[in-house]
């Protein structure tokens, strides 16, 4: 990452913007990273690579409506959307390595990301050093259906601002064959392209969701006996970890940071000129606060947090004074990678390190 830093270092000594180039050196070298790790890295990586052997070796009838096994000799089964099943057995049609699901599905990821940081951030390097920091690359390296499905649906957004339901809806629709939890999107329209409400309806609206995700731990048992079939069981469990939490307050800290950071007519108008990503931050505060006592919103928190990406950078973008914008975006990125030294510390993202390449 030092490298493409140091080009854009150089190219504003020049007065050159050399961002555009610099954020495909970027991509390319994370791409590197992400394709050619073993299939042991990350927890999930090795699902995908044997639910790819079965899928390329068996007869294209049969890939829609065929068991697909997590591990060899296991019992337990993958629910794998139909674009998603239809796409490993194209792809096992060049070919049978369980290595190329794992190239290509990287391939895919960066291409997005890179149409989605180049189309939307107000500052490129600022993004993929947030997409690094906080975690995200890590975690796409275990929920590749999401990531895909998720930045097809981000892709999307242009369609709000540009009010074509039915492109956007049909693009949504394309996502969810890869991951269907993301047609929670299509009722969101409606909700995304409204100006946003103010910051103390803001506060407000997730100091509710914290008071339902209390109201879940002691209602649990109810619940659960409303749902069958351990539905119940999975949607009120308590989190193994408190780190979706932690995640969630320190997103939290940050727009706390830059909005202290700002003059108070800056803060006025903070959150409504950022319409779009300040309503997907919302969403994403009160999925970790529902999360206290439902297991599952940790799991819709996942669709709203890649967008901080992008959400950040806008913010720190209106603060006019250039000096000023200068120290938020180092000390944000500073505190950025110091709570990525301190994650690593305690925790590895989803069994992404030590890190292996697959040879």
Request: proline share 2%; aromatic share 16%.
């Amino acid at each position: 990452m030092f490298y493409p830093f140091l080009l854009v270092y150089i190219g504003k000594r020049n007065g050159l913007n050399v961002q555009k180039f610099a954020l495909k050196i970027s991509c390319v070298t994370l791409l590197f990273f992400m394709a050619m790790r073993s299939i042991s890295i990350g927890v999930d990586t090795k699902f995908y690579s044997y639910a790819f052997k079965q899928l390329s070796a068996a007869a294209w009838k049969d890939v829609a409506s065929m068991q697909v096994y997590a591990e060899a000799g296991a019992r337990w089964t993958l629910k794998l959307e139909i674009g998603y099943r239809f796409y490993n057995k194209l792809v096992g049609c060049f070919c049978d390595s369980p290595q190329a699901i794992v190239i290509v599905n990287s391939c895919i990821i960066f291409f997005l990301l890179y149409r989605f940081i180049y189309k939307r951030s107000s500052n490129y390097m600022l993004s993929i050093w947030l997409y690094l920091t906080l975690g995200i690359f890590q975690t796409e390296m275990n929920v590749t259906r999401n990531a895909i499905a998720i930045l097809l649906c981000y892709l999307a957004f242009q369609y709000i601002e540009k009010k074509q339901f039915w492109k956007y809806s049909l693009l949504i629709c394309i996502a969810a064959t890869f991951h269907k939890s993301v047609l929670v999107f299509i009722p969101l329209y409606f909700l995304l392209g409204r100006k946003i409400c103010s910051a103390k309806r803001m506060l407000c609206i997730v100091a509710g969701s914290v008071i339902c995700g209390i109201a879940c731990i002691r209602f649990g048992d109810y619940i659960q006996a409303y749902f069958t079939m351990g539905t119940g069981r999975y949607l009120t469990a308590g989190n193994e970890k408190s780190e979706s939490l932690l995640v969630g307050g320190f997103y939290i800290a940050i727009i706390i940071f830059i909005r202290f950071m700002m003059k108070k007519e800056e803060r006025r108008n903070m959150f409504s000129n950022s319409s779009l990503g300040s309503w997907i931050f919302m969403l994403n505060l009160c999925c970790f606060g529902v999360n206290i006592g439902l297991k599952m919103a940790a799991r819709v928190a996942a669709l709203f947090g890649a967008y901080m990406i992008i959400f950040v950078p806008e913010l720190i973008n209106q603060i006019p004074d250039k000096k000023r914008r200068r120290w938020v975006i180092f000390l944000v990125a500073a505190g950025c990678g110091l709570q990525y030294v301190l994650r690593m510390m305690i925790n590895n993202i989803g069994g992404t390190m030590p890190y292996r390449f697959f040879w």
